[in-house]
T-cell receptor, first 116, second 114 residues
């Protein structure tokens, strides 16, 4: 099976702009989670989508949003970009057997966002 | 609240020697525990998980981890390190009873010296 794909891989934006990142999960996976990875804060959970519904949300401002489509592909959007949004954004997919939480996640290579 | 600690930022070990990467956790309910590895410019790769059952869990690439409930630890081990094991290792936890999402530790950089 093909792995999780993320586009674009690299992105440079200016403060105040908005950006949309895309994630295609492994075929058959219905859950997609997004994480922000920075050297200072490590891996921080943004949100999780399952069957087009946001199931969990991390502690990020409303500028960060996402959605999931019927084919399980997901997008995340960041509006009014700030310098501190520069990070590696990782998408992870999984095939959870319900809400038990015992499933591992499969990560994409990430999108490196640089805000100048 | 869930939390994960990896007390060592960096672990250095000689090739062929055993390695241990430490992880301790805190959850309200029962833990689901995971180890992931990240190579440069790559996403995280799943290594192994503890859900229930045997405290010693075996995973990919010869890695194993031991769950210790009394010490709330889940240390990653390998009997004989390879230079190619050099990477960033993350421990993660999800509360089986109360958790909503995975919480990752800060990561430990493992360097295996030839």
């Amino acid at each position: 099976k093909a792995g999780v794909t993320q586009t674009p891989r690299y992105l440079i934006k200016t403060r105040g702009q908005q950006v949309t990142l895309s994630c295609s999960p492994i075929s058959g996976h219905r859950s997609v989670s997004w994480y922000q990875q920075t050297p200072g804060q490590g891996l921080q959970f943004l949100f999780e989508y399952f069957s087009e519904t946001q199931r969990n949300k991390g502690n990020f401002p409303g500028r960060f949003s996402g959605r999931q489509f019927s084919n399980s592909r997901s997008e995340m959007n960041v509006s009014t970009l700030e310098l501190g949004d520069s990070a590696l954004y990782l998408c992870a997919s999984s095939y959870p057997p319900g809400r038990s939480g015992d499933y591992e996640q499969y990560f994409g290579p990430g999108t490196r966002l640089t805000v100048t | 609240a869930q939390s994960v600690a990896q007390p060592e930022d960096q672990v250095n070990v000689a090739e062929g020697n055993p390695l241990t990467v430490k992880c301790t956790y805190s959850v309200s309910g029962n833990p689901y525990l995971f180890w992931y590895v990240q190579y440069p410019n790559r996403g995280l790769q799943f290594l192994l998980k503890y859900i229930t059952g045997d405290n010693l869990v075996k995973g990919s690439y010869g890695f194993e981890a031991e769950f210790n409930k009394s010490q709330t630890s889940f240390h990653l081990k390998k009997p004989s390190a390879l230079v190619s094991d050099s990477a960033l290792y993350f421990c993660a936890v999800r509360d089986a009873d109360y958790g909503q999402n995975f919480v990752f530790g800060p990561g430990t950089r493992l360097s295996v010296l030839p």
